[in-house]
Each structure stands twice: as structure tokens, then as C-alpha cells.
């Protein structure tokens, strides 16, 4: 296929300025819907698991790796699936498996209920999200390969999407929580219905150039290419840093105000920092750094993040003032999420086996899933430790440094 033909899939404003595809707009939304519906209910999965339902600090841990995992280590599955028989039927089947997750999580009260509805959720998202992700990705490349401009742009747009409707999810979760999580978790999956019933309409049966492959054979060579696999570990070591968000932020806000009130609007900060600032910093670094060194960028940002809590924790500062640190941490940890999640995204094309686009995008996750399953429980145990109140910070932090040292050479 010609550039130029290429090209033709993108419509050209009157100063010549390429403009989105219906797809593209489509997929890009979709992304917002699908964490509207999200973030309503995950920042406050861990408080309800810890009050309500009485979980231990390692088994909220647990259970919140355990989502991560059901979502991101499932991932390899929803992205084969989707090289296998297109995104439309994995997209759809994922939004009906993620409106029963949440109805479940509503009205769980036991452990195991409550572990199954988690699962429940996670593996919706491991349907959808590869199969969404990797087709923005496949057609990032067409939309560099045209001459629109670089496919860290349309990564970004997604990006910017993801945040849009991680700002309105809190927001909205805070706002219903006034009455219980039960109605929370219940508008999630309304969102979700939403979801389904416009992608029934709206998603095409067929995406020209996206045809089906066979399942076997594609595992082999991905189990072997070691760059992919660097990759990989990187970004799971970055996966697990900004899980933080929801596991060592809730505590740290909990210890300086003695309640949760405060969470939504640093959720809010962060979010919004995304929407007001990705699109300009991927330009800036798009034409100052290669993918390496944006990904460096970005994990030093997440490290300083951790070491502005570390650094004030010893002062056991409490009441508004002592949010500056947890402030001061999620602007760092969103900064160098500008940085690297769109870079990996982009960078994985140039790793993935032809045609099996989704394969890798679903691996990225999985592997990375895999380190947060692992790093969260341990997580959860060290913030309920009699250390010393710096050291669990300070642990965090050397997590995205030591991620530096197995980014893949490019």
C-alpha cells in the first residue's frame, strides 16, 4: 500500500492539516468513555475493601494486584483475540462482562465474591483494551506513514482521552459516594451499558486492512524477542510505580487529613494535567528525544515523585499543608506518565511480528500485569510495616531507576 493511498484514509482541513478518521475519532472516545466508567468506582475500591468489607492492608493489596493482573496480565488473550477476529465482537463481549463486574461488585460482601467480581472487571478490560490499543497504534502508523505527523501524536490523543475520563470518573464516584458505593459501582455499569449500545451501532463489522491470523505460532517468537521483552519489564516496573496512585496515595492522604475527602481532587490534578499538557510535551519531546530517552525522562520524574514524600515524611506534617508532598508527588508520577506511556505504545511496532499487533500490545500488558500482581501485595505489606515512615517511599522510588537499567537499546 502507497503512502499516498495510505494518506487518502485521512481527510485534509482547508490549511491542510489532517484530521482524524471516523475510526480514529471513534476509538478515541471510546477510550473516554471506558474510564468514565472506571475511575467513578477504582479510587474508592481500596477504602471500601479496607472499611467496609474489612480486608487486611496485604489482602487490599492483593486484591487490588489481582485486578491488575485479571486486566493487564489478560491482556496477551483480548489482543489475540482481537488479531483473530477483529475488535468489534472482543470490544462488545468486554463491555457486557465489565456491566456484570460491577453490578456483582455492588452488592459483594464476602471475600470471595468480592475477588470474583474484581476478576470479573479486569478481565472485561483485558478484552477491550488491547483490542482498542492496538488498533489506534496500527493506525498511528498509517497516519505517520501518510505524512500527517508522527504516531506519538495519535498515542498521545488517546492518552488525553484516558485522562479526560479519569478526571470525570472521580468526580463523579465522589459525588454518588455520598450515598454508597453500591450506587457508585451501579452508575459504572450504566456507563458501561451506554458503551455497549453505542459501539453496537457505531463499530464497523469489518476495518480494511486488519485481517485474521491463526493463534498458533505467534507466542514462540514473542517469547524470544528479548527487546520486546525488555520493554516489557520497563514498563511494568513504571505500571507498578503509578498503581501507587491507588494504593500508597489513599494511606499517605488518609495519615496527613484522617480522611480520604482530599483523593478525588489530586485524581482530578492529575487527570487534568494530562488534558491541559500532553498533547504540548509529546511535540516538545517528540523533536528533542528518541523513545529511549523519553522513557529515561519520564521514569526520573516518577522516582522524583516518590523521593518529595520520602524527603517530608520524617516531619509527619498533618492537616492541608501536608497534602504539598502528595501533590508534589502526583504531578511528578503524571509528568513522567506523559512521558512514557505513549513512548512504549509507539515503540511497539517497530518490536511487534506482522499482523500480530495486538499479540504485543496484549504481552506489554500482561508482563507488566504480572510485576504489579507481585509488587502490590509486597507494597501493601511494607506500608503496613513499623518502618521507619520514609523507607516504603524510598523503596518506590528505586523501582522506575531500576526500570532505566532494562529499557532496550534501540
Given at each position: 500500500?502507497?503512502?499516498?493511498?495510505?494518506?487518502?484514509?485521512?481527510?485534509?482541513?482547508?490549511?491542510?492539516?489532517?484530521?482524524?478518521?471516523?475510526?480514529?475519532?471513534?476509538?478515541?472516545?471510546?477510550?473516554?468513555?471506558?474510564?468514565?466508567?472506571?475511575?467513578?468506582?477504582?479510587?474508592?475500591?481500596?477504602?471500601?475493601?479496607?472499611?467496609?468489607?474489612?480486608?487486611?492492608?496485604?489482602?487490599?493489596?492483593?486484591?487490588?494486584?489481582?485486578?491488575?493482573?485479571?486486566?493487564?496480565?489478560?491482556?496477551?488473550?483480548?489482543?489475540?483475540?482481537?488479531?483473530?477476529?477483529?475488535?468489534?465482537?472482543?470490544?462488545?463481549?468486554?463491555?457486557?462482562?465489565?456491566?456484570?463486574?460491577?453490578?456483582?461488585?455492588?452488592?459483594?460482601?464476602?471475600?470471595?465474591?468480592?475477588?470474583?467480581?474484581?476478576?470479573?472487571?479486569?478481565?472485561?478490560?483485558?478484552?477491550?483494551?488491547?483490542?482498542?490499543?492496538?488498533?489506534?497504534?496500527?493506525?498511528?502508523?498509517?497516519?505517520?506513514?501518510?505524512?500527517?505527523?508522527?504516531?506519538?501524536?495519535?498515542?498521545?490523543?488517546?492518552?488525553?482521552?484516558?485522562?479526560?475520563?479519569?478526571?470525570?470518573?472521580?468526580?463523579?464516584?465522589?459525588?454518588?459516594?455520598?450515598?454508597?458505593?453500591?450506587?457508585?459501582?451501579?452508575?459504572?455499569?450504566?456507563?458501561?451499558?451506554?458503551?455497549?449500545?453505542?459501539?453496537?451501532?457505531?463499530?464497523?463489522?469489518?476495518?480494511?486492512?486488519?485481517?485474521?491470523?491463526?493463534?498458533?505460532?505467534?507466542?514462540?517468537?514473542?517469547?524470544?524477542?528479548?527487546?520486546?521483552?525488555?520493554?516489557?519489564?520497563?514498563?511494568?516496573?513504571?505500571?507498578?510505580?503509578?498503581?501507587?496512585?491507588?494504593?500508597?496515595?489513599?494511606?499517605?492522604?488518609?495519615?496527613?487529613?484522617?480522611s480520604q475527602t482530599a483523593l478525588a481532587w489530586l485524581f482530578a490534578l492529575s487527570s487534568l494535567l494530562v488534558v491541559v499538557a500532553q498533547l504540548?510535551?509529546?511535540?516538545?519531546?517528540?523533536?528533542?528525544?528518541?523513545?529511549?530517552?523519553?522513557?529515561?525522562?519520564?521514569?526520573?520524574?516518577?522516582?522524583?515523585?516518590?523521593?518529595?514524600?520520602?524527603?517530608?515524611?520524617?516531619?509527619?506534617?498533618?492537616?492541608?499543608?501536608?497534602?504539598?508532598?502528595?501533590?508534589?508527588?502526583?504531578?511528578?508520577?503524571?509528568?513522567?506518565?506523559?512521558?512514557?506511556?505513549?513512548?512504549?505504545?509507539?515503540?511497539?511496532?517497530?518490536?511487534?511480528?506482522?499482523?500480530?499487533?495486538?499479540?504485543?500490545?496484549?504481552?506489554?500488558?500482561?508482563?507488566?500485569?504480572?510485576?504489579?500482581?507481585?509488587?502490590?501485595?509486597?507494597?501493601?505489606?511494607?506500608?503496613?510495616?513499623?518502618?521507619?515512615?520514609?523507607?516504603?517511599?524510598?523503596?518506590?522510588?528505586?523501582?522506575?531507576?531500576?526500570?532505566?537499567?532494562?529499557?532496550?537499546?534501540?
Amino acid at each position: 500500500m502507497t503512502s499516498l493511498s495510505l494518506g487518502s484514509r485521512f481527510r485534509r482541513a482547508p490549511a491542510d492539516r489532517p484530521r482524524l478518521s471516523p475510526l480514529l475519532r471513534l476509538l478515541i472516545l471510546t477510550q473516554l468513555a471506558f474510564n468514565v466508567g472506571f475511575f467513578a468506582v477504582l479510587p474508592f475500591l481500596a477504602e471500601h475493601l479496607g472499611q467496609a468489607v474489612g480486608m487486611a492492608g496485604w489482602l487490599v493489596g492483593f486484591v487490588l494486584g489481582l485486578r491488575t493482573f485479571s486486566q493487564q496480565g489478560l491482556f496477551v488473550v483480548g489482543g489475540a483475540l482481537a488479531d483473530r477476529y477483529g475488535i468489534r465482537p472482543v470490544v462488545l463481549t468486554g463491555c457486557v462482562l465489565r456491566i456484570a463486574g460491577f453490578a456483582w461488585l455492588g452488592y459483594a460482601k464476602a471475600t470471595w465474591a468480592v475477588i470474583a467480581a474484581v476478576l470479573l472487571i479486569g478481565f472485561a478490560a483485558a478484552l477491550f483494551s488491547p483490542a482498542v490499543e492496538s488498533e489506534v497504534t496500527r493506525q498511528a502508523v498509517l497516519w505517520e506513514e501518510s505524512g500527517a505527523g508522527p504516531r506519538t501524536r495519535i498515542l498521545a490523543l488517546l492518552t488525553v482521552a484516558g485522562q479526560a475520563g479519569a478526571f470525570v470518573g472521580p468526580l463523579l464516584g465522589a459525588l454518588l459516594l455520598s450515598m454508597d458505593f453500591r450506587t457508585v459501582c451501579l452508575a459504572g455499569a450504566g456507563i458501561f451499558v451506554l458503551v455497549l449500545a453505542g459501539h453496537a451501532w457505531l463499530l464497523p463489522q469489518h476495518i480494511p486492512g486488519r485481517g485474521g491470523v491463526r493463534f498458533s505460532g505467534g507466542m514462540g517468537k514473542l517469547l524470544r524477542n528479548r527487546r520486546f521483552l525488555a520493554l516489557c519489564s520497563a514498563y511494568g516496573a513504571y505500571l507498578l510505580a503509578y498503581n501507587q496512585l491507588y494504593l500508597a496515595l489513599p494511606d499517605e492522604v488518609e495519615r496527613a487529613t484522617g480522611s480520604q475527602t482530599a483523593l478525588a481532587w489530586l485524581f482530578a490534578l492529575s487527570s487534568l494535567l494530562v488534558v491541559v499538557a500532553q498533547l504540548p510535551v509529546t511535540r516538545w519531546v517528540g523533536e528533542r528525544l528518541t523513545l529511549r530517552r523519553s522513557m529515561v525522562a519520564g521514569l526520573l520524574l516518577i522516582a522524583a515523585g516518590f523521593a518529595a514524600v520520602a524527603a517530608a515524611r520524617p516531619a509527619d506534617w498533618t492537616g492541608t499543608a501536608a497534602l504539598l508532598p502528595a501533590a508534589a508527588f502526583v504531578i511528578l508520577l503524571t509528568l513522567g506518565q506523559m512521558l512514557v506511556a505513549p513512548v512504549a505504545r509507539a515503540w511497539l511496532p517497530d518490536l511487534a511480528e506482522e499482523g500480530r499487533l495486538g499479540l504485543y500490545t496484549g504481552a506489554l500488558s500482561s508482563v507488566s500485569g504480572l510485576i504489579v500482581l507481585i509488587g502490590s501485595s509486597a507494597t501493601g505489606t511494607l506500608l503496613d510495616t513499623g518502618l521507619p515512615p520514609a523507607v516504603p517511599w524510598l523503596v518506590l522510588a528505586a523501582v522506575p531507576l531500576a526500570a532505566i537499567g532494562i529499557l532496550p537499546r534501540r
